[in-house]
């Protein structure tokens, strides 16, 4: 079976550090755009970032730029996303999504564009 499975999350004060790992497993994910996307209570879900399945292409959104880094590890199945200068508005269920594509600079926070998604990983910003 196809699986993605976030960890790394947690409470964290502001202005902490957190990395949220993305593993895959039932299928090879670097043929696989794969985004990171959140969401808060009452809020609808929005896009993080996203990596191109070669790295060659990301993208953020402006609420994290300068401050999230998204990256990959192809060989060892994995994604990653590094939160800096975390701030009590981050606070949200992250979840990490994948979709294959043909080309290799191919990066989208559509959430509908992507097929396969993870469980979530809480990450809490508090003090």
């Known amino acids: 079976q196809m699986q993605l499975v976030e960890s790394g999350g947690g409470l964290v004060q502001p202005g902490g550090s957190l990395r949220l790992s993305c593993a895959a497993s039932?299928?090879?994910?670097?043929?696989?755009?794969v985004g990171w996307f959140r969401q808060a209570p009452g809020k609808q879900r929005e896009g993080v970032s996203c990596i191109s399945k070669t790295a060659g292409m990301t993208n953020y959104a402006d609420s994290a730029k300068g401050r999230f880094t998204i990256s990959r590890d192809n060989a060892g199945n994995t994604v990653y996303l590094q939160m800096n200068s975390l701030k009590p508005e981050d606070t949200a269920v992250y979840y990490c999504?994948?979709?294959?594509?043909?080309?290799?600079?191919?990066?989208?926070?559509?959430?509908?564009?992507?097929?396969?998604w993870g469980q979530g990983a809480q990450v809490t910003v508090s003090s």
């Open positions: 039932g299928f090879t994910l670097r043929y696989y755009t």
């Open positions: 999504a994948a979709f294959k594509v043909e080309v290799p600079a191919m990066c989208t926070m559509n959430i509908y564009t992507y097929d396969y």
